[in-house]
């Protein structure tokens, strides 16, 4: 059974910089992964935020940006704002299936 | 922009098949390199990949539940459909379609109960 882990909680503060990991049961995340980040308000749908890795769909901010950090996919928000305050969630490809994370709440 | 909307019914009883349909419009289903997606969430837990279909027919399950579930495509009416068979309780959830993950229905509140 994989396991994909994202921190349960974190908090930051408005103006501020934070990274949100995303990591595998299965040894270190890599790019054959295709990572892909969702963000989820409550009572809506999921947001698609990045797709494989580090590509940005165009309704995103600049301030979100995807990458692969110490074997792990990582979520970066920098100068975060109060609209950011959500579930996020990390999705990883296991050859032919797909697998979520448990979800991580950021409190802003 | 493409926009997708699920239908179906709110109940479903223990031992039945569930099945939803998701309308797509704006876009044409049948456009190549496209996948249509199932995913669902269960009242304040996290998501879960149900599967996808290709245009091409083709179509990837979560193995959890392969046994139970099929995904097919009606071009002539834009439209992709789920059905689960033998549900339980478990399967009481929000359920969402999309295509690609990138473009997300609204999703609809499917309960399995008697």
């Known amino acids: 059974q994989t396991v994909v882990t994202q921190e349960p909680s974190l908090t930051v503060s408005p103006g501020g910089t934070v990274t949100l990991t995303c990591a595998s049961s299965?040894?270190?995340?890599?790019?054959?992964?295709?990572p892909n980040w969702f963000q989820q308000k409550p009572g809506q749908a999921p947001r698609a935020l990045i797709y494989?890795?580090?590509n940005k769909h165009s309704w995103i901010p600049a301030r979100f940006a995807g990458s692969l950090l110490g074997g792990k996919a990582a979520l970066t928000l920098s100068g975060v704002q109060p609209e950011d305050e959500a579930d996020y969630y990390c999705?990883?490809?296991?050859?032919?299936?797909?697998?979520f994370g448990g979800g991580t709440k950021l409190t802003v | 922009q493409v926009h997708l909307q699920e239908s179906g019914p709110g109940l479903v009883k223990p031992s039945q098949t569930l099945s939803l349909t998701c309308t797509v419009s704006?876009?044409?289903?049948?456009?190549?390199?496209?996948?249509w997606s199932w995913f669902r969430q269960p009242a304040g837990t996290g998501l879960e990949w149900i599967g996808h279909?290709?245009?091409?027919?083709?179509?990837n399950y979560n193995p959890s539940l392969k046994s139970r579930v099929a995904i097919s495509v009606d071009s002539s009416k834009n439209q992709f459909s789920l059905r689960l068979n033998s549900v339980t309780a478990a399967d009481t959830a929000i359920y969402y379609c999309?295509?690609?993950?990138?473009?997300w229905g609204p999703g609809t509140l499917v309960t399995v109960s008697s």
């Open positions: 279909i290709y245009t091409s027919g083709s179509t």
């Open positions: 999705f990883l490809y296991y050859g032919g299936t797909w697998v």
């Open positions: 494989n890795t580090n």
């Open positions: 704006g876009g044409s289903i049948s456009s190549d390199s496209d996948y």
């Open positions: 999309a295509k690609k993950f990138f473009y």
């Open positions: 299965t040894g270190a995340v890599t790019s054959g992964y295709f």
